[in-house]
């Protein structure tokens, strides 16, 4: 059973606009999430993450809010670009733990 | 600039035959991950390692092995591929907060 879930499998957003993604987990020890960022016939690149001691992270365009309570993590980009097509994974780990759970990603289509 | 290094970019084996997925890391990490992504699944995890000679079984371990003999490099068999193995295949190695990949290994089994 998947610990990390991604329900959409797909997100279309009009450039300028603001882009969220969601993920859910169903693990309560998970502390530490990431966001990762693939393009077709490449490796996962890490976008950001968040400590579950904190319920936001910003960077730049991209920031990531935590709900604990909820066990949802979503992931907004603000201002949309055509450049940030790509699909996204949620990912969830125990620090110290060193393994990582992935959702099954969403793919994000930035129209122009 | 941390590198995860995986040896093919593109295979194509035959059903049966016995195959290798290299993968090198610079960077000293202890822990490497292989994963598979498949549309709709995500990226599963097969095996990682947390030391030299040390593997566990991930998510999905049936049908392939692994092995570390040297910190920096993680290989994955297929010790006799199988059509439903045709898959992307990813090679990580993480600190204590990231996971870094390789540019993956997208595998055809025919």
């Known amino acids: 059973d998947q610990q990390v879930k991604q329900n959409s499998p797909s997100l279309s957003v009009q450039e300028g606009r603001i882009s969220i993604l969601n993920c859910d987990y169903t693990n309560s020890m998970f502390d530490y999430f990431l966001w990762y960022k693939k393009y077709p016939a490449e490796g996962p690149t890490f976008l950001i993450s968040i400590s579950s001691i904190k319920d936001k992270n910003e960077d730049g365009r991209f920031t990531v809010f935590l709900n604990k309570s909820a066990k949802h993590l979503s992931l907004h980009i603000v201002p949309s670009q055509p450049g940030d097509s790509a699909v996204y994974f949620c990912?969830?780990?125990?620090?110290?733990?060193?393994?990582?759970?992935f959702g099954s990603g969403t793919k994000l289509n930035v129209k122009p | 600039d941390v590198k995860v290094t995986q040896s093919s970019r593109y295979l194509v084996k035959r059903t049966g035959e016995k195959v290798f997925l290299e993968c090198v890391q610079d960077?000293?990490?202890?822990?490497m991950f292989w994963y598979r992504q498949d549309p709709g699944l995500g990226l599963r995890l097969i095996y990682f390692?947390?030391?030299?000679?040390?593997?566990e079984k991930g998510d999905i371990p049936e049908g392939y092995s692994v092995s570390r003999e040297k910190k920096e490099r993680f290989s994955l068999i297929l010790e006799s591929a199988s059509t439903n193995q045709t898959s992307m295949y990813l090679c990580a190695s993480s600190s204590d907060t990231e996971a870094f990949f390789g540019q993956g290994t997208r595998l055809t089994v025919v």
């Open positions: 990912a969830a780990s125990w620090v110290n733990f060193n393994k990582f759970y």
């Open positions: 960077m000293d990490h202890e822990n």
């Open positions: 390692s947390y030391d030299v000679k040390m593997k």
